[in-house]
């Protein structure tokens, strides 16, 4: 069974039941969410997140290793002024995540601000260690990034230069496919961008795919999310991601725009899955 899903919503009244009822709608197989507003610290209690309804009506369809958490966009490891906000931030998000045992978050790395890179990569491999010591079990994926503004992590080789320092099993990559696009890397040449991931070790490490087309052309560094098969990637080389048996037991989320169809996920799922 390919996994294959998108963003979808988490809120009240439903929450994870609401969730699941969404992805079962799009003919999902997978998912992810944001425990809260990505833009702020509100979070409802835990106790309301409806697990003991999801674990009776949707954990045969949805395991909890199938519902990926994405970390709120405000936390900014990388910042030697804001680190400790967004590591206090963090470790209580993964023990929200940890009470229904989800396994994978995504992690925006971060940004320099008004910092070196070599003070904001240092910052963010201190506040990773400090995170991983104090929580348990969740895995955090680094995401890759477009390489806007003064974003780290815009290549695999910085990933795991911090990966490497940070020295935990609990420390993967998350792919996202408009962002390597717009970083530079060419992968509408699939077979040789897969051989690099291979010669470099870094294949091991990709635990979750965000699949995204882009509405800018390869190296643009602008992170603007187009819909499947409405930008410059195209629906032949991400449906390679989608079939890839390198792949097969990773989530493959859309985080394509709804803005103009709200159906656009369902009909992308079934358009990638289409023979």
């Known amino acids: 069974m390919v996994k294959i899903g998108s963003h979808v919503s988490f809120k009240k009244p439903d929450y994870l039941v609401g969730s699941c ?20 610290t509100f979070r409802a209690n835990k106790e309301e997140y409806k697990l003991q309804e999801y674990l009776e009506k949707y954990s045969e369809k949805y395991r909890a290793n199938d519902i990926i958490i994405h970390a ?28 229904i045992k989800a396994k994978y978050i995504v992690l925006h790395p971060g940004s320099s601000t008004n910092f070196s890179k070599e003070e904001s990569i240092k910052q963010l491999i201190n506040s ?15 995401e890759t990034m477009a390489g806007k503004g003064n974003e780290l992590c815009r290549s695999f ?40 991931l291979k010669e470099n070790n870094f294949l091991d490490y990709i635990k979750v795919i965000h699949l ?23 629906l032949e080389t991400l449906k390679k991601f989608v079939f890839d048996e390198d ?6 989320v859309l985080e394509t725009p709804l803005t103009l169809n709200k159906n656009a996920h369902k009909e992308e799922i079934a358009l990638l899955l289409k023979g």
Request: aromatic share 10%.
């Open 157 to 196: 080789e910085e990933i795991m230069l911090i990966i490497n320092e940070v020295k935990s099993d609990r420390l993967k990559i998350c792919l996202d496919t408009c962002h390597v696009w717009d970083a530079g890397y060419n992968i509408q040449d699939y077979d040789n961008f897969k051989k690099y």
């Open 247 to 252: 792949f097969k037991d990773i989530c493959k």
């Open 72 to 99: 709120p966009y405000i936390i900014n490891l990388a910042s030697p002024l804001k680190h400790e906000f967004g590591e206090n931030f963090l470790i209580s998000e993964i023990k929200r995540m940890n009470y």
């Open 21 to 40: 009822a969404e992805s079962l709608n799009n003919k999902a197989t997978c998912m992810m969410i944001f425990l809260g507003p990505p833009q702020s």
């Open 128 to 142: 990773l260690k400090r995170v991983i010591s104090e929580t348990e079990d969740a895995i955090i994926c680094l």
């Open 212 to 234: 995204n087309d882009s509405l800018n052309e390869r190296g643009s560094k602008k992170d603007k999310h187009a819909n499947i098969d409405k930008g410059y990637i195209g």
